[in-house]
């Protein structure tokens, strides 16, 4: 599954199953990457190995900066990107190694909301052609029942059943966004990537779509891997958040105890850009600004991909590809400077690297 690299400088990142005492995993992603072919026989390293599991009914956040690869990696766990090597197990069946007759079968169970309304809605269709097309697609209902289940479902994401003869210019971004949401929970799916689906809307908008999102899911059991870069909402929504820095997977733990308590230099810069509404505690806040732009994902860093802009980083950084390692229970980071015994990167003596040997005790499994 995983891939030798040829740096002999470097230790190979060979990721374990990011556990967290859920039972099976709806979805389990292992050692998954998702290259673009570029001239010049290069590569666009958009994903570059990620191992992660989300849980039944959970909403799995993913964070990072723009180009990061996390709207990549929602579209391969679905195969609207064909993934370059790795798995995606949907109920231990890789999603990647199927025909496309046989992914048909799993697709219904799979379901994606796009970032922006305005682009993912037919113009030419109606409400009742969009919302109703899945049904179609997959027989699951056809004449007069199919439309009552379009009413039903334009309902349930809080739009008239009236709207159904209408065109998508005739609503605005939240309505449009609904009549989205409305299409995905069409076939009943289990699992949904949101990606980015507040983020082309009016604030005000975004808070009634997010409670939305948690309405349904506690309503229909669903579980979603929800993209976003607006910490603020993830925080809002998630139950556990990934966070993921040019095509790697950095820091995995609960949304409570990542924005408590975030371990790797990248996510604590994250966070401190959360604008807080007190004004005392805004005042006495440190950000944290990083210097230097990302890397391009065409030819990344050697060893820690974060090491460029890290103010943290020694010289084996640049040699070592940190695994993600658990650092406190179920909380996950891939840093060679921080350990378990030793979490607090600030209290790292200058020039240690007390996570090393916690890597390469992994990368040896």
């Known amino acids: 599954m995983s891939t030798q690299e040829t740096n002999p400088d470097s ?15 709806l979805i389990a992603i292992r050692d998954l990457k998702v290259y673009f072919p570029i001239a010049g026989n290069r590569n666009v390293k958009a994903v570059d190995g990620v191992t992660i599991d989300i849980y039944a009914g959970e909403t799995l956040g993913l964070v990072g900066e723009s180009g990061c690869g996390k709207s990549t990696l929602g579209r391969a766990i679905l195969r609207l990107v064909e993934p370059t090597s790795g798995q995606v197990l949907y109920r231990n069946n890789d999603l990647a190694k199927l025909s496309t007759r046989e992914l048909r079968k799993h697709r219904r169970h799979l379901q994606i ?8 809605l037919n113009p030419r269709m109606t409400v009742g052609q969009i919302v109703g097309e899945p049904l179609d ?6 004449g007069r029942g199919a439309e009552q289940r379009v009413q039903e479902l334009l309902e349930t994401v809080g739009l008239s059943k009236r709207f159904t003869k209408r065109y998508p210019h005739e609503f605005s971004g939240g309505q449009r966004q609904r009549i989205g949401i409305a299409r995905a929970l069409a076939v009943d799916p289990d699992f949904i990537v949101a990606d980015e689906p507040i983020s082309a809307l009016d604030v005000s908008i975004q808070a009634q779509i997010m409670n939305l999102l948690e309405k349904l899911q506690r309503e229909k059991n669903l579980t979603y891997l929800f993209i976003s870069h607006d910490l603020r909402a993830i925080r809002h929504v998630s139950d556990r958040v ?34 807080v509404p007190d004004p005392v505690v805004e005042a006495t806040r440190q950000r944290i600004v990083l210097e230097g732009d990302v890397p391009s994902p065409i030819n990344p860093p050697t060893g820690c991909r974060f090491h460029t802009r890290c103010p943290y980083m020694i ?28 979490p607090d990167i600030e209290k790292v003596a200058p020039g240690a690297a007390p996570g090393l040997e916690a890597a390469e005790q992994v990368i040896s499994q």
């Open 315 to 342: 010289e084996t950084c640049k040699q070592v590809v940190p695994p993600l390692v658990e650092i406190k229970p179920n909380h996950f980071a891939a840093c060679i400077r921080i350990s378990p015994d030793q």
């Open 242 to 275: 990934a966070v993921m820095y040019l095509g790697k997977l950095v820091e995995i733990a609960g949304a409570k105890a990542i924005y408590a308590d975030p371990l790797m230099p990248y996510t604590k810069a994250l966070i401190s850009a959360v604008p």
């Open 113 to 120: 909301i796009f970032q922006d309304p305005y682009a993912s």
């Open 11 to 25: 230790i190979v990142e060979m990721p374990p199953p990011i556990e967290s005492g859920h039972g099976d995993p």
């Open 137 to 142: 697609t997959f027989r699951i209902a056809r």
